[in-house]
């Protein structure tokens, strides 16, 4: 079992930047591709990121390429989420997650899950 905390929301102007953390604990971190995903009021939680076990492979959603960044770090069990020129749109709760299946984006798919960290982007 993988158990996943969130750290690093808040309240940030547009244009702004925030890195989240997701801390891991429990075995085989290394073993799980890790995603991040984020749900707004009212919507359905939805794909944001994904990085693969050893980290040579990331994908995107559209609308955060070229400003979000995800990496690991398999020795600290830690993933993180870069995101630079944030929008009023990116405002939702983020969870990370972890899934044994490669590199996917459904999150049906993935087993664990944080608690989730509220990012607030005003404009």
């Known amino acids: 079992q993988v158990q996943l905390v969130e750290s690093g929301g808040g309240l940030v102007q547009a244009g702004g930047s925030l890195r989240l953390s997701c801390a891991a604990s429990?075995?085989?971190?290394?073993?799980?591709?890790m995603g991040w995903f984020r749900q707004a009021p009212g919507k359905e939680r939805e794909f944001v990121a994904v990085?693969?076990?050893?980290?040579?492979?990331?994908y995107y959603t559209d609308s955060v390429k070229g400003r979000f960044t995800i990496s690991r770090n398999n020795a600290e069990n830690t993933v993180y989420l870069q995101m630079n020129s944030l929008k009023p749109e990116d405002t939702a709760v983020y969870y990370c997650?972890?899934?044994?299946?490669?590199?996917?984006?459904?999150?049906?798919?993935?087993?664990?899950w944080g608690q989730g960290t509220q990012v607030t982007v005003s404009s």
């Open positions: 997650a972890a899934s044994k299946i490669y590199g996917s984006s459904d999150p049906r798919l993935y087993n664990y």
């Open positions: 990085i693969t076990r050893g980290g040579s492979r990331t």
């Open positions: 429990g075995r085989d971190f290394s073993t799980y591709t």
